[in-house]
């Protein structure tokens, strides 16, 4: 094939950037109390890749939608992605101190205010996703669908209910099956729904939404199992058991149930089905397929 | 005038069958783990007055609304102001054992399971609301309209927001506007939004929409003060400082800072008030009329 490299670092830039901005915006809104705010933006503007609002937003360009709005989603999914690493982080939780480098905001601030903080960004995401469906009434069944999709794979039958299923199951390592569930809760329903709302707000039809959800599902696993990988990677002591922080919960991970160069493979595998689920796009996907090469190729 | 007893005991006996009835049935959804639906399933049927629940589908009445999807609403409401009970009773929060008679959901369960348990009730209302809208996508404005008024009154300037002002303040006791200020946020938005997500529910025109509001804003007001004014009289050595469990963290109420029969004076003004809101509607706003009027004639 000739076709031109797509300039994945230039797109990545200047998608964060805007989305950054937007978040920015949404955030410095005046009426929360202060501390609350400061907790708020504290913590979403932590750093971070920003994955889902990307994969949003390149999923929108990959049915060649121009969806002016399509920020608002971005920045909703990044709240609500926001929201549980700061509820996931507190001290009845997987209580830890540091994140992206930062104190944790319970940390930084205190328990009762992150849990706030969290509760606030989680509700500012809904608030984000209606004010700005309700400022364009015509496209309202739409954005009852994004809300719609958005909540249930945040919700206890996804992010919430992965977690739940994390939690339980520390001190008794899991098996694959086992694994593979929690993680496509806890993680993968999020990145699911990034990728399927940002492909409902560009009007894609049915076939393209299903072929978009199997690229979403082999990309939000294999982006578990590289993250597993790159930790061993790092440290090859943690190979033994768990990883990182997981170590001293006996958490179970794809290289600890696995070994490091099957969980490799297996990697390659989901990407590969990944990019064959979009064939049937054009190079209006290109950022979508370089983000699945990137999972996989990325150190840290 | 020659209008007949309005039943209001019948009138809330069958809305509070019919809004239990229907948080059975979204709560007994299997998607999530089991003991995350227990834990959910716990807090929201612990009882309860029902009272934002209530006041959305007598909002709704009062406006002449047959609005069939009322319930997704009412129930929408009482999900969240579950969750914000889960969370306010949280160790790091006000850290009660009991609420309503019974352990509250983090006694019950542990720590980890309330958190989780709250974000995921406040994720099924909204769901529950696009769900509800998605599927009757001719009404899709009106509904986007109702999230947004629920997500403005739930969220960081609204009950969170007041939940962190109340936190805040704990050891320093506030004064009158301080308290009035922290209780509008806290308790007041959603009441606020509860009725008028129900106007909404019922095609209001704004001319009811406001005089509803300031119906919600004065009973809100009402039902806090007298909820103080109760806890005093239930037990008088609580007069000195302040009541109930707040006494050990030295929160302002209403009877300390204006004392008893100030309290209860001001009160009855609300509820003039929100009464004489209600003038430009006809009887179908008897039960918004006589739900003012309960508010401060009930007994515990």
Redesign the interface.
């Known amino acids: 094939m000739n076709r031109p490299e797509f300039d994945l670092k230039a797109y990545l830039l200047e998608r964060r950037e805007k989305v950054n901005n937007q978040l920015d915006r949404i955030l410095s809104?005046p009426?929360?109390?202060p501390?609350?705010?400061d907790a708020?933006r504290y913590s979403v503007t932590a750093g971070g890749k920003r994955l889902r609002p990307i994969l949003c937003i390149a999923a929108c360009d990959a049915v060649g939608g121009a969806a002016d709005d399509i920020l608002a989603v971005a920045c909703a999914l990044e709240m609500i992605h926001s929201?549980s690493l700061i509820?996931d982080d507190?001290p009845?939780?997987d209580d830890d101190a540091i994140r992206r480098g930062k104190p944790t905001c319970h940390v930084a601030f205190?328990?009762?205010?992150a849990?706030?903080a969290?509760?606030?960004l989680?509700?500012?995401a809904?608030?984000t996703?209606?004010?700005a469906?309700?400022a364009k009434?015509s496209n309202?069944?739409m954005?009852?669908?994004v809300?719609?999709v958005i909540?249930?794979a945040?919700?206890?039958?996804g992010m919430?209910?992965g977690?739940?299923?994390d939690?339980?199951a520390e001190g008794q390592p899991v098996d694959l099956p086992q694994l593979e569930r929690m993680q496509r809760m806890k993680t993968g329903a999020l990145i699911q729904a990034s990728v399927q709302a940002g492909a409902l707000m560009a009007n894609a039809d049915s076939e393209q939404i299903d072929h978009l959800a199997v690229y979403a599902a082999n990309v939000g696993q294999a982006f578990q199992i590289a993250d597993d990988v790159l930790n061993v990677e790092g440290d090859p002591s943690r190979l033994g058991k768990a990883v990182g922080s997981d170590a001293e919960r006996s958490k179970s991970t794809y290289p600890s149930l696995l070994g490091l160069e099957a969980s490799k493979i297996l990697a390659r595998e989901k990407i590969d089905q990944a990019l064959n689920a979009l064939t049937i796009f054009d190079n209006r996907a290109e950022p979508l397929r370089a983000i699945a090469r990137y999972v996989i190729d990325r150190r840290r």
Not at 110 to 113: H, M
Not at 154 to 157: K, L, P, V
């Open positions: 809104q009426a929360a109390p501390r609350l705010a708020m929201y509820h507190l009845a939780m205190d328990e009762a205010t849990i706030l969290g509760d606030a989680l509700t500012l809904f608030q996703l209606s004010g469906g309700a009434p309202a069944a954005w009852l669908r809300i719609d909540a249930e945040a919700g206890g039958s919430v209910g977690q739940l299923l939690m339980t």
